[in-house]
Structure formats: structure tokens, C-alpha cells
């Protein structure tokens, strides 16, 4: 039986604390009521402290105040609040040193944009010696568990005709045989070897012992005669632990000062020590870094001190000013690095303990850990779990599967590989050509494309940092059990211990801390299910063309309409038409209505968008539901509507008055160009929602923008024009799916569901009527009356669906219903494009209309051969 003891560290307080967790502000108070980000107070669990550190509220306001006190003017001026902007950042330098334990005699501090910035640097400065001179030549060594910003630095190498050599964990240990013969020895080429600190991927702490053994010829990364320097990416490592330059003195540091403090972003730094900084090249000069030079002729005479030499351009001289306060705040709020470090890791060998320990019914394993270490020494292990959940036959979820049902829960991770590709193939043993057949099958880096003919092409990472809460760990703990444990798991005796140790506290008078220092709680999400609402009258629209077309294009329909049947099965029929004219808004269902060249006319044409012009979906603010907008074609209008509201209209003419480009990320990646509907409109929003919000519509002329993303088939000749939408032009859903579907999930929840209900959780466009269930999903092309379609693929679903389109309450069950009943996935329905008519009537698609599909394998479905033959079920 399991037993854990699980004891947290915790910081001293202070006359001025501050929560540590993310969802808390000052004193316990909401960081929505603490001036922060309105999210931070809905009970988040942020667990990717090693993609960014959360930044507390007292940094922001020690700042701020900071600002409103003085004035700092650019450094490279000579009056008096430019000497202070340029005495300021002096003092910073010294306080990184001071962080680092080191003095401005062994290093120089170097501002960059950040870690990446640092490492291109290095490459570009470093003395090389290129293949075919008559010195031996440099050499570019990089641990293969690098991120891709190190790896990346062999592309400047071999522009310089220098060759890179990768190298495993495994081979350095084994370096000690490079030694080499004693009239080698003084060969001064320099080489460049470069490794992190700490792993992204796994948090493995690799040695710092390496850096002197490496210097001092102790280890080789290969056998090749020269001078070793070493790069030490501590960028992940200081994160979370101390670094002493003192002891460890690699020849350069680079690191991002954000994944310390959480602000500000877009800064970070080079510490190279003094011994090799006059080594370094340059050949780009920029503002601030000549002593003198000539515009007329080739002068340039570089200044004396490293640090302005290679700070191309004004500093950013008020991000640096706010590291100040980063520095003050941090050691107010912890005590230091060494009490995060040990915070940390108690966190994260709680959370592996019980993780690894978690079984199915049948023995299996709930996750496949990569690590290289037990988790049993904070030296050699940072607060980094790296994994794959796994179904009970052992098999992997797709981590984007897991993403989604981590959402549910409020609870923050990061998926993928994680910008390091190496260490990825390494635990998740993919080949140089899996990576190439992946890339072929559609898959990049940063997609959720999880798995591949079955395999994983990434893996799900949690991390903690110092605003950590035990709370979070349990959070997330009882997700993985609320997820994939039955009740018959959870009763074997052995999970009963896992019960046990997740339900005790940490005790409180542990030595080290007080009970005024208590890490929050963070809010948890209830789990209260939803009750069945009364369904809203059904609003029915037809579309009707001018009376002397009507005929005609009745006719034309009528000649195409072959009625088409499963072998043996009943016609396939649209049973519902739904247009969302507003993105994320209310479906408006109709019985006939006008396709356009986006799709049907009007379908997501608006969309609502915050302050910043970011688009707004049900996933941020599920209200958006309960706005309803209708189309009324004969008065041109739009009418809005919401309970508690007054009607509103927006005319379906358009006014491109007020012209503005934004970017919405979710809608293609690509620039939108769009124009606002007015204040009146955005107050309505504005008052309807709580926040400021504006209505913006798609502009005409960018009506005929093609979707460039992966269209999983679709010839890429098509001009495909896309409205607002994600993915395509149509979604179809099939009521026999929804059917079964439905009972899955009505015996989960223990309760009945409405078929009308779920339907409208889909927010499809078309709805047919077939008589099996998925087999919606062997189309390849179908025809709807007079309409062509071309099928690019399933829709994988998101939270989205366990939202109640008649209420916006939030069930998560629905998701979890759907990845179960699908077999890990979360796929349902299918996306269509319209293939362009050639008839010269309006295209119209209708309820009852008859549905043709054509196979994948372009055979068609042939209609029955005899009138008697009858759908079995």
C-alpha cells in the first residue's frame, strides 16, 4: 500500500505578503479585484510556470508607482533624467551579478530581447575558425536535449563554415576516453559547447560539474585538438533554482527574464565572462555602440565597455528599470531562490509520486512518465513532470485530447514537444523519419495533430514555480482521476491509499513556516450538472426568391435531386439548416436559405471582439450564447436579441466607413480586414456582457480570402473564400450520431437528454438524416439538391460543446463523454466546402432536400434495387 508523506515548504510572511497562488491576489483578495487580469480570478490552476512565471501584483504596482515618481529619459542622452535612466540600469547590472553570485569583475551583463536573442548573439560574436584555413578548425557542439533556440545556432555556423556536431546526455559521460595525446594539448582553435542547466522537456539538471571539466580538458565532447568555452542555457534552471557564477563559472549564461518574474516579457540577458568577452566579434553597429566613426568612409572605432558594444540601439531602459522591482518583490515573497527551489520540487515529487502510482482496474498504468531521475533529489531533478496519459489497454491519448479536457477543469498546461525536439525524440522514441513522415502527414511543430498512425508526436508537461499551491497539485491530481477512473478503479484497495494521501493536509506546524504565511486555496469549479431547461421556441426562416425565379430554380433543383439510398437503408435527408450570423453567437434556424461563395449568406459575418480587438468565442465568455440574432432579408437587417435587453438591429448593408485590420487568431492565422458597427451597437454589448466589446464585420473585399491552413485534401487549386469561421465554409453533423452519442452520454450523467439539446451544442450548419451512424465520415463529396460539397475533414470538438446553447452553463461531461465514447478522440461531424456551381439561378439549400454522398474510395452509394428492400436498423 501506498504511503506518502508529502511536505510542502512554505515562505515566511512578511508585513507584506502576497498570495503565491495564481488565482489570489494581496491578502486572498481576487486578482480581478487586485487590478489583474479578469481571468486570474476564476480559479485557474496555471501549471506552465516553465513556459512563464506569473508576475505578482505587488511587482506591477512597486513599478508603477516607480513611473508616476520619476522620470526616466533615454539613457543615451546627457540630461538629468537620462543620467538617471543611465545610472538606474547600472544598478541593475550589479543586481543580476549580485543574483548570480558573481562581480563585475568576472562577467558582463549584456540586455538582449531575450534567451534566443542571447544564444544568436553567441553564435554570430564567437571567434570560429572555418573549415579550410590553415588552423584546425572550430567546432559547434550541442546536447541533443537543447532547445531549439541552441540547436538553431548551427545555422549561423554554417554560414560561417563551421561544422556542428550533435551530441547525447549518454556520450558526454563517456568523454573522459577523448582525451587527448599530450602534443595536441596546446592547440588554442576554440570550440563551443553548449547545454542547459536544466532540461525543458524532462527537468533534469544535467551537472554543473561539466562546465569546469569541460574548460579544463577533463571531459571532451569529441576528440578534436583546441581550447573548450561553454555555454550554459540556464534559462529553464534559474526559473526555479540558484545559480552561483561563482562556482559554476560557464563562459556564457543567456536567460529570459520572464520565466523569473513573469514581467516584464521581451527582456533578457548575456552574461559572459570578462575573459573571453574581448574575443568576441562584431561586425553591425548600431546606436550607442561606436565611439566614433564616419559616414563618408569606412571608420568605425567600437566603445570600450563590452556591455555597449553589443547593445545595439536604446536599451529597453524601463523593462530593465522594472527588474529592480522584480528582484525586491521576489526576495520579499520567498526568501530567496533556494526556498523556491525546495518549494518547488516538494511540489513536484508529490505530484510525480502519486502519479506514477495510479492504475487501471486491470493494473495498467493511468500515464507514461518521461523522466531520467526518481524525483528524489532536488539537485538533479527540477519541477518539471513530462507525460502521456494512457487508455487501460496502454495505449496513448493524444495530448491536444488532454489539453481539451484539462480546459474543462480551469487547469493550465503546455503540449507538444516544447521547442525541443530532441529530448522529445529521445523519451518518446520517434526517428529522424517518423519527424519527416510526420511533417508529410500534415503534422508542425505547435499543432494539435497528437497522434500519428497511432504514435505520439508529443507529450503533455505541468510545472511549478514559486506562486505554487499543494492545491494546485491535488487539483490537478483529482482531474487525471475524475478523467480516467471508473468507480471499479477508484474501489481497489491500493487507489484507496492514493485517496488517502491526496485528501491529507500539509501539517501546520511544520518548522519552517507559520499559519500566516498559508499558501491559498485556489477556487475549484463546481461539479454540479446541468438540469434540462425548457427549449426555446424554434424560429423557422424561408428564404424566398423573387417569384418569377422561383419556378426556374424548382425545376433546375428537381432534374439534379436523384433520390439516393443506402443499399437496402432509407434516403438520406437535411433534417435542419442553422446560420450563426454572429461568430459564437445563437444559431438562427432556418428551413431554406441562399448559399453565398463563403457559404450560407451571412453565416459569421459579425464576430465580437474585446478592447484589444481580439475576437471573443464561447470559450472566454459563454454568454455570447444567449445572444440571438435574427436575419431578416426583405427589411435588410439583423436583429439582436437578449433577455433583459431591448431588440436591436444592424443593417445587412454595408458601411465601410470605419475601415480597421485586426488579427483574430482563431479564424485563420491571417490578417482580417473588418469594420465596426458603431457605438451604439457596442454599448448594447458592452452592457449585455459587463466588459467593453464591439461588433465588427467582416469587410467585402476580403470576402475572397483563401483559407491557406491545412484543408486535409482539399485540392489546393480550389479558391476557397471563408467567412469568420475556423476550419471551413460548412460544418454537417448526422442525427444518427447524435443518437448514439446520446445515450452514452445520457447513461453517464444518469438522466435523459433532449436530441434538440445536443444538437445545438454541435452548432452544425446542416443536419441530415442517415441511416448509420458516423458513416458520415467515409464521405468524400456530396451532393444536396443542386449543391456540391467536397468533404476536408473531421471536426475535433472542444469545451465548447459542454456549453447549454439555451442557458451558457458549462458541463464537463459532455467532452468526456465524447472523447470516451470515440475511442480517445474527440472528433464529430464534418467539415464541407462548396464546390462552385455552374447553374446561372441562386443556389439555395433546403430542409428535405436529398442528401447523394460519394465514398472515399469515389464510389458512388447506389440506391436500392428493389422498393420492398427495408432499412434493418
Known amino acids: 500500500m501506498l504511503v506518502v508523506v508529502a511536505v510542502i515548504p512554505r515562505f515566511s510572511s512578511t508585513s507584506e505578503q502576497r498570495c503565491l497562488v495564481p488565482s489570489c491576489g494581496p491578502c486572498g483578495r ?149 582525451r587527448l595525446p599530450a602534443e595536441e594539448q596546446n592547440c588554442m582553435t576554440p570550440h563551443l559547447f553548449s547545454y542547459p542547466a536544466q532540461s525543458n522537456f524532462s527537468g533534469i539538471k544535467y551537472p554543473l560539474s561539466w562546465i569546469q571539466d569541460i574548460k579544463s580538458g577533463k571531459l571532451r565532447p569529441i576528440k578534436i585538438p583546441g581550447k573548450w568555452f561553454v555555454l550554459l542555457d540556464a534559462a529553464s534552471y534559474v526559473s526555479s533554482s540558484p545559480l552561483d557564477l561563482g562556482v559554476h563559472q560557464a563562459d556564457f549564461i543567456p536567460i529570459s527574464f520572464y520565466k523569473i518574474f513573469g514581467f516584464p516579457t ?73 526556498k523556491i527551489k525546495q518549494h518547488t520540487f516538494a511540489l513536484a515529487h508529490y505530484t510525480y509520486t502519486v502519479l506514477s502510482a495510479l492504475k487501471y482496474a486491470n493494473g495498467a498504468p493511468v500515464v507514461r512518465i518521461y523522466s531520467d531521475t526518481d ?152 461539479d454540479r450538472e446541468l438540469r434540462n431547461n425548457s427549449s426555446a421556441t424554434k424560429t423557422t426562416v424561408s428564404w424566398q426568391p423573387p417569384e418569377a425565379e422561383a419556378e426556374s430554380i424548382r425545376a433546375a433543383v428537381s432534374e439534379t435531386a436523384v433520390p439516393t439510398c443506402r443499399r437496402g437503408g432509407k434516403p438520406i435527408t437535411v433534417t435542419n439548416i442553422y446560420l450563426y450570423p454572429i461568430k459564437s453567437c445563437s444559431a438562427f434556424e432556418v428551413t431554406e436559405w441562399p448559399v453565398g461563395n463563403q457559404g450560407l449568406l451571412y453565416d459569421r459575418n459579425w464576430m465580437v471582439v474585446n478592447q484589444n480587438g481580439v475576437c471573443m468565442t464561447q470559450k472566454q465568455e459563454p454568454r455570447l450564447c444567449l445572444v440571438n440574432p435574427s436575419v431578416d432579408l426583405k427589411k435588410k437587417v439583423m436583429v439582436i436579441q437578449a433577455e433583459g435587453m431591448d431588440p436591436i438591429s444592424v443593417s445587412l448593408e454595408e458601411n465601410t466607413g470605419k475601415e480597421a485590420v485586426i488579427c483574430e487568431s482563431k479564424v485563420c492565422s491571417h490578417r482580417v480586414k473588418t469594420y465596426d458597427c458603431g457605438e451604439r451597437i457596442a ?64 447513461a453517464r450523467l444518469e438522466e435523459p437528454l433532449e436530441i434538440e439539446e445536443l444538437i445545438r451544442r454541435f452548432r452544425a450548419n446542416i443536419v441530415i438524416s442517415a441511416p448509420e451512424s458516423f458513416e458520415e465520415e467515409e464521405w468524400a463529396e456530396i451532393s444536396i439538391g443542386a449543391l456540391q460539397f467536397q468533404v476536408v475533414g473531421p471536426c475535433s470538438r472542444c469545451q465548447i460543446i459542454c456549453i447549454d446553447q439555451q442557458s451558457g452553463e458549462r458541463n464537463k461531461e459532455f467532452l468526456q463523454s465524447l472523447s470516451a465514447a470515440r475511442g480517445r478522440k474527440t472528433n464529430f461531424g464534418i467539415y464541407l466546402m462548396n464546390q462552385t456551381s455552374r447553374s446561372s439561378f441562386p443556389d439555395i439549400l433546403s430542409v428535405g432536400s436529398q442528401v447523394l454522398p460519394v465514398l472515399k474510395e469515389n464510389t458512388e452509394i447506389q440506391p436500392p434495387t428493389s422498393s420492398e428492400e427495408k432499412y434493418s436498423g
Not at 550589479?94 to 542571447?118: K, M, N, P, V, W
Not at 574575443?279 to 559616414?295: D, E, P
Not at 556591455?307 to 515573497?333: M, N, Y
Open 683 to 746: 454599448d448594447w454589448f458592452s452592457l449585455f456582457l459587463g466588459h467593453p466589446c464591439r461588433l465588427i464585420r467582416q469587410s467585402s473585399d476580403m470576402k475572397n480570402r483563401s483559407n491557406q491552413k491545412n484543408t486535409k485534401g482539399l485540392a489546393s487549386a480550389t479558391n476557397i473564400s471563408l467567412s469568420l469561421v475556423n476550419e471551413a465554409q460548412y460544418l454537417l453533423i448526422n442525427v444518427a450520431s447524435i443518437l448514439q452519442l446520446k445515450e452514452y452520454i445520457s
Open 30 to 178: 481576487p486578482w480581478s479585484q487586485a487590478g489583474n487580469a479578469p481571468q486570474c480570478g476564476r480559479g485557474i490552476t496555471y501549471l506552465d510556470h516553465a513556459g512563464s512565471a506569473l508576475f505578482p501584483e505587488s511587482l506591477l504596482k512597486a513599478f508603477t508607482d516607480d513611473l508616476r515618481n520619476n522620470v526616466y529619459g533615454n539613457p543615451h542622452s546627457q540630461n538629468i533624467s537620462s543620467k538617471l535612466t543611465y545610472d538606474t540600469i547600472e544598478h541593475v547590472r550589479y543586481r543580476i551579478l549580485q543574483y548570480f553570485h558573481t562581480t563585475a569583475e568576472d562577467y558582463t551583463i549584456i540586455f538582449t530581447s531575450g534567451c534566443t536573442a542571447a544564444l544568436k548573439l553567441v553564435a554570430e560574436a564567437f571567434p570560429w575558425i572555418p573549415e579550410g584555413t590553415k588552423q584546425p578548425s572550430s567546432r559547434f557542439c550541442y546536447l541533443t536535449d537543447s532547445h531549439t533556440s541552441v540547436v538553431g545556432m548551427r545555422g549561423i555556423t554554417a554560414s560561417m563554415n563551421v561544422l556542428s556536431v550533435p551530441i547525447k546526455p549518454k556520450e558526454i559521460l563517456l568523454s573522459e576516453k577523448n
Open 375 to 526: 524525483f528524489s533529489n532536488p539537485d538533479v531533478q527540477g519541477p518539471i513532470i513530462n507525460f502521456n496519459v494512457l487508455d487501460d489497454n496502454g495505449e496513448v491519448i493524444g495530448f491536444s485530447q488532454v489539453d481539451k479536457m484539462a480546459s474543462l477543469y480551469n487547469i493550465h498546461v503546455r503540449t507538444g514537444c516544447f521547442c525541443n525536439t530532441g529530448a522529445c525524440q529521445m523519451h518518446l522514441n520517434i526517428s529522424n523519419g517518423d519527424i519527416q513522415r510526420n511533417l508529410q502527414a500534415g503534422h508542425v511543430c505547435g499543432d494539435d495533430i497528437d497522434l500519428v498512425d497511432g504514435r505520439p508526436t508529443g507529450s503533455v508537461r505541468i510545472s511549478f514555480g514559486y506562486m505554487s499551491s499543494f492545491e494546485d497539485a491535488q487539483t490537478f491530481l483529482k482531474f487525471i482521476i475524475a478523467t480516467r477512473l471508473s468507480k471499479s478503479d477508484t474501489d481497489i484497495p491500493f487507489q484507496s491509499s492514493v485517496t488517502k494521501l491526496m485528501t491529507e493536509s500539509v501539517p501546520d506546524d511544520h518548522p519552517s513556516f507559520n499559519n500566516a504565511d498559508k499558501l491559498c486555496l485556489i477556487p475549484r469549479i463546481s
Open 266 to 338: 521581451g527582456l533578457g540577458a548575456l552574461l559572459v565572462t570578462n575573459r573571453i568577452a574581448p574575443l568576441l566579434r562584431k561586425t553591425y553597429f548600431g546606436g550607442g555602440t561606436a565611439a566614433a566613426y564616419l559616414a563618408g568612409e569606412d571608420f568605425y572605432f567600437p566603445r570600450k565597455s563590452i556591455a555597449e558594444r553589443f547593445e545595439d540601439g536604446t536599451v529597453s531602459f524601463l523593462d530593465i528599470i522594472a527588474l529592480k522591482h522584480g528582484f525586491d518583490v521576489l526576495e520579499k515573497l520567498t526568501g530567496g531562490m533556494e
